[in-house]
């Protein structure tokens, strides 16, 4: 997912929610939600269908 903020462009993908999960965690702004300009009150729709990078392991 591309997001254009002004001239620069944001890309984000489902295998950066755990750096971006840090980040607030320790009191730094998500740049997706900066990006989308959320306000308090404001829904989202996710439509990646849990379509997430998980490490696989083989099966012993």
Not at 16 to 45: C, F, H, W
């Amino acid at each position: 997912m591309t997001f254009l903020v002004g001239k620069n462009k944001i890309f984000f993908h489902p295998g950066l929610a755990l750096p971006r999960i840090k980040e607030i965690n320790n009191g730094k702004t998500d740049q997706m939600i900066s990006a989308m300009s959320l306000q308090e009150g404001d829904s989202v729709l996710d439509c990646t269908m849990d379509l997430v990078q998980v490490p696989l392991s083989p099966v012993t």
